[in-house]
């Protein structure tokens, strides 16, 4: 059989320590908890309402469901990880302008590469993504039309990592491609 207590305020005896509630239980209010302090709790914290924190929100652990309303101020990168240096490129590709970010599940592409001459073969790889965290599920084309009218088919992001250029066609002179794009890994 549970007991009620009903009082206004609970203060340690010398009005400055913590008031320590040793039972496995739940404390459960029906209206506000307010607290000058410090308010800890060794499991979890359990919330139907909005929690108001002025002071900010310190968290040592690690936040597993939820989301991130519009109002909130996000500070730094956000998790938006460069990847760049996990590719290698392939002999004879020149890649400049190339940018691989990895956020939320994607990664973000953007190369612009140049061959000195037309790609031999129906495919070619350019370059590699060694890190495998940043390859994709499965496999993604992009398109590609770039300077002097150079085409291909495709270019293909594979689940081994490589990025191969299918069916290049060289206008005239060196080869060139560029791709924007982005892949769920």
Do not use: C
């Amino acid at each position: 059989m549970s007991s009620i207590i009903k009082v206004g305020k609970v203060q340690s005896s010398t009005g400055q320590d913590a008031v320590t509630v040793a039972d496995s239980g739940a404390i459960t209010a029906n209206g506000n908890i307010t607290a000058n302090g410090n308010i800890t709790a060794s499991g979890t914290l359990t919330t139907t309402g909005a929690i108001t924190a002025s002071g900010g929100i310190a968290n040592a652990g690690t936040i597993s469901a939820g989301t991130v309303g519009n109002n909130v101020a996000v500070q730094g990168s956000f998790g938006v990880t460069d990847i760049s240096s996990d590719f290698t490129h392939n002999t004879g590709w020149s890649l400049s302008h190339f940018r691989a970010y990895s956020f939320n599940g994607f990664v973000f592409i953007t190369m612009q590469a140049s061959l000195g001459s037309t790609p031999s073969g129906a495919s070619q790889t350019i370059t590699t993504n060694g890190n495998s965290t940043y390859r994709p599920f499965e496999n993604f084309q992009m398109p590609t039309v770039s300077y002097q009218g150079d085409t291909a088919n495709f270019v293909r992001f594979s689940t081994n990592g490589e990025v191969i250029v299918g069916s290049p066609v060289n206008a005239s002179g060196s080869y060139y491609l560029v791709v924007n794009g982005f892949y769920r890994i």
